[in-house]
């Protein structure tokens, strides 16, 4: 039976943080945590695979215990198992830290069931860094294609995987040896709509969790802060800027407005030597 | 004892990608802060580039004009394409021979791909999508280190990050963040071949095809002028305007993540800390609110006009000249009286 | 996956204020009881001004306040403001009665307390199921014996269906319980801003003491535009709710956007000094129904209750919503449990449900202010004359220093009768008495 695993991440929704004015800390009150979208994608798109070739899926997560959460969703989409590894220890990990942590219990679910290949989303929406997937990768010896936008096959039996990779440029078509990894962007799949008993399912159900010590045993030294060579020196608000004259075109009317805009741009040398280099 | 400042050059089929050139003129200003060190204990500070390729001696000999004083060259038939196993493996080898201070990588597609491999193999460290980079004092630690400051949390947060106990320090910087630096064509360097076995392990995956992008005409990341839309325009069907007003301005369609997401455009497109930066000598930002994500994208822009219906949106607080007005308004006037100032000097 | 029939004992549509009260009630006397509700979470469909009323709380949890709910501030002051165009004229009380132990409402932010109440009805033992929409019901010769969900393998089961879906009672439509969509006229629209202030600096603006007093008003005037339609202000523990609501045919009629009255009430000179340098924390509106007894559906037919929103439960004038819907929410409830130990949840049945209501302030109030939101709206000088009127009269009366007195009177006089004849003004004066006591 193939097996799949996705990793995913619990994050706020960042599209709308707000910074405390009193304490200068990220206002957490009210701002949903979500899956992250891109592992969601990632999760939509295993559970694809595993449904069409009869196979089997494990998520995990690296977070607090409030992840469960973001776990329940992926069982709601087809998960058949979910472990949640959270611990004090790992708090303050940075993406060396978390690749660390992930790239072990990975290694320790393919011990009691070979993994053929691993999923990550192709980047969590707070730290925005890209990094957890490849560093996972390269920790597992495991060949990696980024920004996947499709999986055009998977064969269990020849051991290969056949994956579409989205670069600036155009698409690369890649073929893989199996086991693999692969990052996803959201195209890969779409998130489907649970069916009911699926959605209740995912209500009831409780991951297994795993700690620092058990069942695998972390170095203490590779993981939280101590493991972590990276860490905030310093951290702020961006400097407030001039507002800006601003023209109202209730006020002067479109025509007017339009006006004054263009003779404002044209004072400015830069503008000017750009508006005439057209004519 | 030389403190080695590298730089990743990235080529892309014997191109070297312009942000190479972007990290060296970062890598000579990180050299100059660290002056007094260098003064104080004898030593010498070089930026050197990284280059992995097949057949890219002509990069290689682009890279040094932009001031990497050597530049460190592997080569072998399996690198002609980009894959991310051997690329790593091929950095790290050589990382491990030189031991560099700092290591620098463009933040592109294949940048991204590869520097969490490689910081990960070195277990170091590694900032993403650095806005700023500069050498300077951390606690009581004797010598400066590398201060990379990022946005954080959507961009509500400035981060600095620094790395400390492990070398390589790395970071990855996004194209047009930095200035390109003056091209020096009499520049003198030095190319040194580097051995590097590529075996099969490493070639787990591999490129069977590669499909490219024919509407790739869009060079957002270094135009000049660029007209952007985003969740005021209300469908997509508003980009038609968009682009009438670019192509008006002699310049290229951008736009917010809002609009992105929506679907209403092309990612390629998007403006933004997650998407391109850009500073071009105009940006005409039309019903974008300017949240912080994006305005970490484009705030570097000579010029700013921003359109909205919301006087309170935060894009004014960037703009050089705001108008508060719909843009369905705005922008068909603008074109009109563009078009009718052209003719008039015609 | 199961193949399994999902039959529960109820089933809640909606997991508001009724929904989750009308759960707990049920799951309390050992129902099995499922709520379904559409948003992401209970409470990220709800919203209002607002503030709840501790009546109604604790008369579904006796230990409300010993559970820790999340309520922002208790409402120590509260009143009507009235704006004229440039001015502000404050009548509110404080102490005295108002000051009661516990208070008796208090500010909330429904997206929290709305998923804090329906915790408290699955520590009953109610089953909730977010995500979900009951898109319409399942019948059994003629008998609503379920309801179907938009998700595969979505229909479920149950005897009874308690409808709490909101003031956009779709399902209540599809049931024939009213034979007609929301009506413009009977349907406000409220749009609000969450404005995150430091608390002591809306004590300092407001005049309160501190963190634990807080205010509600109600807003009359230059806010709704001559508009039918009220605003409001609140104080939660470190931002202040400010918003307007206006009837949707109001709107149309005047093309007048929502977010431009609510732009103009924050820019009016006596509001903006209140929100000086606040952050926007949320921006949203909601639709209330204002129609009260006059839009109100059938409440019950074989096998199905309606409560809340749905049911058009709202007493504008006294902001009473929330407490109708927690009220309605338990007479269900208890109808249920009536049902299921009759074995009987024929509308002859759950007519109890009714009979019930009948006995509470809901019935009663509703039937007694059935007149009022239509007399608003034909008599738009209570929302711009009389507030205009109100700031004239004390402002002359306050500044007339060194006039004489009579002709000061007279002045007075005439800033009324300019505008409205007497004998008008008295005639309007005595039609509110009247909408407001019901006759």
């Known amino acids: ?279 | ?346 | 996956m199961s193949k399994e029939k999902l039959q529960y004992d109820v089933i809640v549509v909606g997991a508001g204020m009724a929904g989750s009260t009308a759960a707990a009630i049920a799951a309390r006397e050992g129902l099995n009881v499922v709520v379904i509700e559409r948003g992401v979470k209970p409470g990220s469909k709800n919203y209002f001004g607002g503030a709840l009323y501790t009546h109604a709380l604790v008369d579904i949890y006796p230990d409300f306040f010993d559970r820790k709910p999340p309520l922002e501030r208790p409402v120590t002051e509260t009143g009507f403001w009235f704006l004229s165009n440039d001015g502000l004229v404050k009548a509110t009380v404080q102490g005295g009665v108002v000051n009661n132990d516990p208070i008796d409402a208090y500010v909330a932010l429904r997206s929290e307390f709305d998923l804090w109440w329906s915790e408290q009805a699955a520590a009953e033992g109610a089953f909730i199921i977010p995500k979900t929409l009951v898109i319409d019901f399942l019948y059994e010769d003629g008998k609503v014996i379920g309801v179907q969900t938009d998700r595969p393998q979505g229909e479920v089961y149950a005897p009874v269906v308690i409808v709490c879906e909101g003031v956009n009672n779709l399902l209540t439509q599809k049931l024939g319980l009213i034979d007609h969509d929301i009506k413009i006229s009977k349907t406000a629209l409220a749009v609000k801003q969450l404005i995150s202030i430091p608390a002591k600096d809306i004590n300092a603006r407001l005049g309160l003491p501190d963190n634990d007093h807080g205010m509600a008003i109600s807003v009359m005037g230059d806010v709704s535009m001559g508009l039918a339609g009220l605003g409001f202000l609140y104080t939660a523990n470190s931002a202040l709710s400010l918003g307007v609501g206006v009837t949707l045919d109001a709107l149309q009629e005047s093309g007048i956007k929502p977010y431009e009255l609510l732009q103009r009430y924050l820019e009016h000179p006596a509001i903006a000094p209140l929100i000086k340098d606040g952050q926007m924390m949320e921006y949203g509106a909601h639709l209330i129904p204002e129609g009260g007894w006059t839009a109100m559906p059938k409440l019950y037919t074989d096998g199905v209750l309606v409560a809340g929103d749905a049911a058009s439960m709202v007493n504008a004038l006294h902001w009473e919503g929330t407490n109708m819907a927690i009220t309605a929410g338990k007479q269900a409830g208890l109808t249920a449990i009536e049902a299921h130990k009759k074995g009987d949840f024929s509308a002859k049945s759950l007519s109890a449900y009714q009979d019930k209501l009948n006995d509470t302030f809901v019935l009663q109030d509703l039937k007694q202010y059935r007149k009022f939101s239509a007399f608003l709206k034909n008599h738009p000088q209570f929302m711009d004359i009389y507030p205009t009127f109100i700031n004239d009269a004390l402002g002359m009366f306050f500044t007339g220093f060194g006039k004489p007195k009579r002709k000061l009177y007279k002045d007075i006089l005439r800033s009324l009768t300019s505008r409205r004849p007497l004998f008008k003004a008295i005639g309007d004066i005595i039609a509110f008495g009247r909408s407001i006591i019901g006759i």
């Open chain 1, 1 to 279: 039976m193939i097996h799949f695993l996705v990793s995913v991440k619990q994050v706020p929704d960042t599209t709308n943080i707000r910074i405390d004015p009193e304490t200068g800390s990220m206002i957490r009150k009210g701002v949903p945590a979500i899956l992250n979208p891109y592992d969601a994608h990632a999760v939509a798109s295993a559970a694809e695979w595993k449904k069409k070739l009869g196979g089997k899926l494990t998520v995990i997560t690296m977070g607090p215990p409030a992840a469960e959460e973001a776990l329940q969703e992926c069982i709601e989409m087809g998960a058949d198992r979910a472990v949640l590894i959270s611990d004090r220890a790992f708090a303050g990990s940075d993406t060396l830290a978390t690749s660390y942590v992930l790239a072990e219990a990975i290694r320790k679910i393919d011990q009691e069931d070979h993994i053929d290949l691993v999923f990550f989303g192709k980047q969590a929406i707070d730290g925005d860094t890209a990094q957890v997937g490849p560093g996972a990768a390269i920790r597992l010896g495991l060949p990696l294609v980024t920004y996947a936008v499709e999986i055009k096959e998977v064969n269990q039996e020849e051991g290969y995987a056949v994956i579409v990779r989205k670069t600036e440029s155009g698409k690369e078509i890649i073929k893989t040896i199996l086991p693999a990894a692969l990052t996803a962007e959201k195209a890969i799949a779409e998130i489907p709509y649970a069916a009911l008993p699926d959605l209740i399912a995912s209500l009831n159900f409780k991951p297994e969790v795993w700690s620092a010590t058990e069942p695998v045993a972390y170095d203490v030294d590779q993981i939280g802060l101590g493991g972590s060579p990276t860490m905030v020196a310093k951290s702020g608000s961006p400097e407030a800027r001039e507002p800006a004259e601003t023209i109202n075109v209730q006020e002067h009317g479109v025509s007017a407005t339009v006006e004054t805009v263009l003779g404002k741009m044209l004072s400015n040398t830069t503008v000017a030597a750009l508006l005439e280099d057209l004519k």
């Open chain 2, 1 to 346: 004892m030389t403190r080695r400042f590298w730089v990743f050059i990235e080529q892309d089929h014997g191109e070297m990608h312009p942000v190479a050139a972007e990290l060296l003129g970062v890598a000579n200003c990180l050299v100059s802060e660290v002056a007094d060190e260098l003064k104080a204990n004898d030593e010498e500070a070089v930026v050197e580039g990284i280059l992995v390729g097949h057949d890219v001696d002509n990069v290689a000999k682009e890279a040094l004009m932009y001031g990497a004083e050597r530049i460190y060259q592997v080569d072998d038939p399996a690198f002609e394409h980009y894959l991310n196993r051997p690329y790593a493996e091929a950095l790290t080898h050589l990382v491990k021979k030189y031991k560099p201070e700092v290591f620098l990588i463009g933040a592109t597609t294949l940048g991204r791909d590869l520097a969490g491999a490689v910081a990960t193999s070195l277990k170091t460290g590694l900032t993403a999508d650095c806005t700023k980079l500069e050498m300077g004092p951390f606690r009581k630690i004797e010598k400066k280190l590398l201060l990379a400051t990022r946005p954080a949390f959507g961009g509500n947060v400035i981060a600095t990050i620094v790395c400390k106990d492990r070398t390589p320090q790395m970071a990855t910087v996004r194209p047009r963040v930095f200035e390109t630096p003056v091209r020096n064509p009499k520049a003198k360097g030095e190319v040194v071949k580097e051995d590097f076995k590529v075996t099969p392990v490493m070639m787990a995956a591999n490129l069977v095809e590669f499909i490219k992008d024919k509407s790739t005409s869009l060079n957002l990341e270094y135009a000049d002028v660029i007209v952007s839309g985003g969740k005021g325009l209300g469908n997509s069907k508003g980009f038609e305007l968009i682009k009438e007003l670019a192509d008006e301005l002699g310049g290229v369609v951008g736009s917010s993540r809002a609009a992105v997401d929506g679907g209403w455009i092309d990612y390629a497109h998007q403006v933004g800390q997650t998407g391109k930066h850009v500073r071009p000598k105009l940006y005409v930002a039309c019903g974008i609110s300017g949240a912080i994500q994006h305005k970490v994208g484009m705030q570097d822009s000579d010029y700013i006009l921003a359109i909205n219906t919301d006087p309170l949106a935060p894009i004014f607080e960037v703009a050089s000249l705001g108008v508060v007005g719909d843009l369905y308004e705005v922008i068909p006037e603008m074109i009109q009286q563009l078009r009718a100032q052209k003719g008039a000097s015609a």
